[in-house]
């Protein structure tokens, strides 16, 4: 049996959008081609650095070239995410996709969004936020609202996605430690109302200080493979084996 390809995943989604709207449901992601799904090279993310407007831009070319599978279980974040690798291995699962990028803000993911939804993951585990905090313009609170509107839209669009939203890591930057710890507290407190399941990261990584844990990081922002473990098993209980 041949494997649909991305036209034929573009009609049916064409065909589903018309008959959802013609059921009086919203869905906000029309598109005429696959390469609508993908921000345009000329995009230009204010909260990115020069290196990091040029990696986004070269990972986004990989995702175009290696598009999500249909119902996949998507892992959606920064630099922590994408140095990960390949989290099919980590979990010895088979459907798991890395969409992470080195740098990336909130700002860059909301840019994004519309691959995520098109191929529907079956759930979509989100760490984003860090990069966001060395912003001095950008508030913990505008900071969860970025959060919030990036679960938002995956939820309208996408709404049989199970979303995991991941509090924010530590790091070993104590001018970060209020901004991380009352983002994350927001975070804890919208989740009574907002469409997704939190994970509490943070509590695992961080020291009494505030802190990250050193062993768990290689330059102090970064995992090394020991907090990769420990990431894995924070979340495996979560993750969809089926």
């Not at 519309?114 to 989100?126: A, G, H, K, R, V």
Request: glycine share 4%; hydrophobic share 35%; charged share 20%.
């Amino acid at each position: 049996m041949k494997r649909p390809t991305s036209l034929h995943y573009l009609v049916f989604f064409l065909f589903a959008t018309f008959f959802t709207q013609g059921q009086n449901h919203s869905i906000d992601l029309v598109i005429h081609s696959i390469e609508d799904l993908y921000p345009n090279n000329s995009l230009n993310i204010s909260t990115h650095t020069d290196w990091s407007r040029s990696h986004y831009h070269e990972r986004i070319a990989h995702f175009k070239e290696n598009p999500l599978q249909q119902g996949a279980i998507v892992f959606l974040g920064n630099s922590i995410t994408e140095q990960a690798g390949d989290w099919n291995e980590r979990l010895e699962i088979s459907t798991a996709e890395n969409r992470g990028i080195s740098g990336d803000t909130t700002e860059g993911v909301l840019a994004r969004l519309d691959e995520i939804i098109y191929y529907n993951p079956t759930q979509l585990f989100i760490l984003i936020g860090v990069n966001d905090m060395f912003h001095d313009h950008l508030s913990a609170s505008q900071i969860h609202q970025n959060i919030l509107t990036i679960v938002d839209k995956v939820a309208k669009g996408s709404p049989t996605t199970q979303i995991f939203v991941q509090t924010i890591l530590p790091t070993t930057n104590e001018t970060l430690i209020e901004k991380i710890k009352q983002t994350n507290k927001y975070l804890l407190q919208s989740e009574i109302t907002a469409p997704y399941t939190l994970i509490p990261l943070h509590d695992s990584f961080v020291l009494e200080d505030g802190t990250l844990k050193q062993d768990l990081s290689w330059d102090g922002i970064h995992l090394n493979e020991k907090g990769y473990q420990l990431w894995q098993q924070q979340i495996q209980d979560f993750v969809d084996v089926e």
